[in-house]
């Protein structure tokens, strides 16, 4: 359960540009070390992990539509990129001793396993991180949605958003120095408040379905480890 007790699984999201570090698209290579590392430090506590991970940056299917493309086309290329970068997180991983796999919602056996809930189960009972591509497998879906969705379908007993900030504030901390960060949220206050989260639809199947979830900085070191230890290290949404 969700607190100070700890979770036993914890799906963990990442967004594509947690993967570029300063560089302004792709994968910067020294960030894939760091989160591996801070990856293996939640296995070593004994707690399985799925992780999903998005695509922005490489390609997003909004930008490819604004531009006039087909939206459908587009979130496929989209969902094709966090393909890329569930490779480089497995590659990663496997190189700091940490086993895992790749289960692809869009299937392409010479590159990685089709994903099925069997197989997620299979994999975790092994001590191995489960990395979910090709987000739901359906256009019109975020990696947001497509991580609430498979941390309901493995049970998992939080879902760990890693960002930029140390949690979700009322406004863009970035740009407004005055702006509050909350301890807590409730779903509803995230969806009438309209706070940059996660998309509506995760938040609402969240809401819908009491999947509690943690919003905290990655770069901090040792704070993935303490969020699925049931630290309160950034915004805690319940
Ligand atoms: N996408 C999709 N269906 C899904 C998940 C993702 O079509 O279930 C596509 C969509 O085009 C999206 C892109 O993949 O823009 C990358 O995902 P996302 O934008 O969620 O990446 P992030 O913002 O986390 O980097």
Same mark, same amino acid.
């Given at each position: ?16 540009? #947690? ?66 970068? #569930? ?17 692809? *919602? ?9 994903? &099925? ?9 092994? %001590?191995?991180?489960?990395?979910? *591509? ?12 497509? /991580?609430?969705?498979? *941390? ?39 969806? &009438? ?8 639809? /995760? ?18 070191? %040792? ?10 290290? %950034?915004?805690?949404?319940?």
């Amino acid at each position: 359960g969700e607190g100070s007790q700890g979770c036993r699984r914890v799906l963990l999201k990442l967004s594509g540009e #947690a993967l570029m570090g300063d560089q302004s698209h792709g994968i910067k290579p020294e960030v894939l070390d760091y989160l591996a590392g801070e990856i293996r430090a939640v296995t070593a506590a004994g707690v399985e992990t799925g992780l999903v991970v998005g695509a922005g940056n490489i390609f997003r299917g909004m930008a490819g539509s604004a531009s006039g493309m087909d939206r459908s086309t587009a979130d496929n290329m989209g969902m094709l990129a966090t393909v890329i970068n #569930a490779l480089a997180l497995h590659d990663a991983l496997e190189r700091h001793g940490v086993a895992a796999r790749v289960l692809s *919602a869009l299937a392409m056996p010479t590159v990685c396993e089709p994903f &099925s809930r069997q197989k997620a189960f299979h994999h975790l009972a092994k %001590g191995r991180v489960v990395i979910f *591509a090709a987000g739901t497998g359906n256009p019109y879906f975020t990696t947001d949605t497509a /991580a609430m969705l498979r *941390a309901l379908e493995i049970r998992a007993d939080l879902v760990c958003k890693a960002t930029r900030v140390d949690g979700v504030y009322d406004q863009d901390p970035l740009r407004n120095p005055n702006a509050v960060r909350f301890d807590h949220l409730s779903f509803q206050e995230v969806l &009438s408040r309209q706070l940059k989260v996660m998309d509506s639809a /995760a938040i609402s199947l969240a809401m819908d379905n009491a999947m509690p979830i943690m919003v905290f900085d990655m770069m901090v070191a %040792g704070n993935m480890r303490q969020a699925v230890s049931g630290k309160q290290v %950034g915004t805690l949404i319940s």
